[in-house]
């Protein structure tokens, strides 16, 4: 069976040259895209948090995209956590 269209949760965590790039809205824009449902932050630490709910193939479209993020954005790595659906989320936003 093809568990591409399962329902799926990541939670993300993003390092490198991450904020002050349009990372956060760029995200967003992304996951709207996409058609997820959840969140994206910054950090404390310099990093960029994601909680990304949806169809598993596009979360993966996602995390692929977090990979490189917007232009002047410089990734050095991207942590992820596999999570079970919570099913809470309304649409993807940006949160302090």
Known sequence: MDNAAEPARVHLKVAGRVQGVYYRASALQEAQRLGLTGWVRNCSDGSVE???????????????????????????????????PEHTFHRFSITR
Do not use: S, Y
């Open 50 to 84: 994601i909680v990304a709910e949806g169809p598993r193939r596009q979360i993966e479209h996602l995390i692929a995209w977090c990979q490189h993020g917007p232009a002047e954005a410089r990734v050095t790595g991207v942590d992820l956590r596999w999570e079970t």
